[in-house]
């Protein structure tokens, strides 16, 4: 029997039939097959290069430019700000007593700690902290540009770019651009809004939001009247009582006012405090100590989600402890404790904010508490609910924000706009606080169903901005035109969100902006701890997407048969371990030396193995 094979054997001798073989050895690959598919001339793992657009220069798009210099490459950026600088709310917000709700320690990035002078730190000291970390880094001119307005973006589907129009303040003008991905970082309290108030516009004294207060105005000796009683409110009133000639104050529904945030580490009663410089000192000589110090207060603000599931045994001491430090801090009296204190829901419905004073002022000589709704403004002061006048020298509305989720501007995809999207009965849906169901390359720092009332906000804006790199280098990578979060999964999410929030205070009958300042609105946050948070945002979850590829096959990204590692100077055995002394991926820089002592070379006959 003989035996055909093709092709012959290379062995044979020269002239005869093996040049049939060193045709085929020889022979070029095709450049594509019978399909018209081609290999891509490029390792795999190249980069193209992508462009993104971000909305606010706040502390989310300080860290996401930080972190793209050290993690990304071929990434463009550009970052649309209204104001004239850096800083979003920290800029915004200049109102007497403005400060953080967390403990400063804690609200700082980890890439940039600092020391800091008060442990709940002022807006100004804030704001210079962040306005550092633009300067250090000359962001401005590198990525923002400051007092340009965006107020249209639109999906164009076949160029696979969000299409954005932008008025520049100071010229008055629209321009137009254009990016694969756009990433709202404008924040969620960052249109203030007026209380619906008959007169309000007739009044002739000096009227101010709180989110647009004159910074420095001199309240001493004036009568002044203060409307609204959530954050901004109890902080305004605990910083003024003592300077104003006369205070007026509304409080038109009960509140839990609790100590704030990390009050075991506090000064007496809950009180903020600034660091003595002997403290300070420690924390510059003992990095490792602050570290503990960090990892302490935040163990605590951790340990806070427990008092906020309904009977619970931390939400059973926490209304008691509240409870009582209400009642003898506004000296039992019979009103305000009516009509204060809430019966029907517990402390954490809303977001408890460090005011210490607060309930002091309200008892002070000076002020006068109206627990009934303004009736009207004159030109000169005010009419209150029983029809008496009072003059007043300056308003201060405290009285929050737009927390309805919808944009100021057009935001269409698929030929929707984000406002009808979510502004009918049903409310907002979200995918996981980061993305907009059936939105393409679309993200936001805390949309919807977000932690909002979990913490410190720092970790959670690097644990965003590090999942929505991945995202992007996936794009990047697998040349992929669009991430479209599923509607049917992003509808399951806010099912299991909606049933798991009625175990908590969130979804109790108080006023919150949580609920767009509802006490019945649509508790749209997010349905577990920050731990809990945090882990499911460790990477992203692809199957929950609909991703389309400028590629008809998948595997194009595959190219040429090379990994960018080979080209790049990372470390071509990185899987065997690291070597360089700082952890860094690079290609080690071996000891030409290691040869002479390990090369089998350099031993005698003995130690040779020989085949037997």
């Known amino acids: 029997m003989t035996i055909q094979s093709e092709p012959k054997t290379l062995y044979a001798a020269p002239g005869n039939a093996a040049d049939e073989n060193i045709n085929i050895r020889d022979r070029p690959a095709p450049e594509q097959d019978q399909y018209g598919y081609k290999i891509r001339e490029q390792p795999m793992g190249t980069k193209r290069k992508i462009k993104v657009i971000l909305m606010g220069a706040g502390a989310s798009s300080l860290n ?31 109102y007497p007593g403005c400060a953080c709700d967390i403990p400063s320690v804690n609200y700082q990035f980890s890439w940039k700690v600092k020391l800091w002078s008060h442990y709940y730190s002022f807006a100004p000291e804030i704001w210079q902290y962040l306005k550092d970390i633009e300067q250090e880094n000359d962001f401005i001119s590198k990525y923002v540009k400051v007092r340009h307005q965006i107020e249209h973006v639109e999906w164009d589907d076949r160029a696979g770019v969000w299409r954005l129009k932008i008025r520049d303040l100071e010229k008055d003008e629209v321009i137009e651009d254009s990016a694969e991905f756009f990433i709202n970082a404008g924040g969620v309290l960052n249109n203030w809004k007026l209380p619906e108030i008959p007169g309000l516009g007739n009044f002739k004294g000096k009227l101010m939001h709180s989110a647009n ?52 580490w506090a000064a ?37 989600f427990k008092f906020i599931i309904k009977g619970s045994a931390e939400a059973v001491a926490a209304r008691e402890y509240a409870y009582n430090e209400m009642r003898t801090k506004l000296n039992d009296d019979p009103r305000l404790v009516d009509k204060m ?5 517990n402390p ?77 009965e049903e409310g907002v849906t979200s995918y996981l606080s980061i993305g907009i169901p059936t939105f393409p390359n679309h993200f936001s720092y805390c949309g919807p169903y977000g932690p909002l009332g979990h913490g410190s906000f720092m970790p959670l804006i690097e644990q965003w901005t590090r ?12 040349n992929i035109k669009s991430f479209r979060p599923k509607l049917s999964v992003s509808s399951q999410f806010r099912q299991h969100a909606d049933l798991f929030l009625q175990r908590t205070a969130w979804t109790s009958p108080c006023r919150s902006w949580f ?44 190219g040429n048969g090379f990994e960018m590692r080979e080209f790049d100077g990372r470390d071509v055995t990185n899987y065997l371990g690291c070597l360089d002394e700082e952890g860094r991926d690079v290609q080690p820089e071996y000891d030409e030396r290691l040869i002479d002592v390990l090369g089998g070379f350099t031993l005698d006959d003995n130690y040779v193995v020989r085949g037997e």
């Open 64 to 94: 996401f430019f930080k972190k793209a210099e050290e993690e990304m490459q071929n990434l463009d950026i550009v970052c649309y700000e209204k104001n004239k600088d850096i800083g979003g709310t920290w800029l915004e917000n200049r």
């Open 213 to 264: 207060y004159e910074e420095g105005y001199d309240l001493s000796g004036k009568r002044v009247a203060v409307i609204g009683a959530g954050s901004s409110g109890v902080q305004i009133v605990a910083a003024i009582q003592k300077k104003v000639g006369k205070l007026y104050h509304w409080i038109r529904s009960p509140i839990w006012i609790t100590a704030g945030f990390a009050q075991t």
């Open 268 to 304: 007496k009663n809950g009180a903020n405090f600034q660091y003595s410089q002997e403290q300070l000192d420690f924390l510059k000589r003992n990095p490792k100590k602050y570290l503990e110090y960090r990892k302490q207060i935040e163990n605590e603000l951790n340990q806070r």
């Open 341 to 345: 204190i809430p019966k029907n829901f």
């Open 348 to 424: 954490g419905c809303r977001r408890p904010t460090p005011a210490p004073g607060y309930l002091e002022a309200l008892v002070s000589d000076n002020a006068t508490i109206f627990t009934d709704p303004i009736t009207s403004i004159s030109e000169t002061g005010f009419v209150d609910h029983e029809g008496k006048s009072h003059d007043v020298d300056v308003f201060i509305l405290a009285t929050g924000f737009d927390t309805s989720w919808l944009p100021r501007f057009p935001l269409i995809a698929n030929g929707t706009d984000l406002k009808d999207l979510w502004g009918g």
């Open 467 to 478: 999942y929505m790199f991945t995202v992007i280098r996936k794009a990047q990578i697998e």
């Open 515 to 558: 609920k767009q300042g509802k006490t019945d609105g649509q508790a749209a946050i997010w349905p577990g701890s920050r731990l809990h948070f945090l882990e499911i945002m460790k990477s992203p979850r692809f199957e929950d997407f609909e991703i389309e590829c400028w590629d008809d096959n998948l595997f194009a990204f595959m």
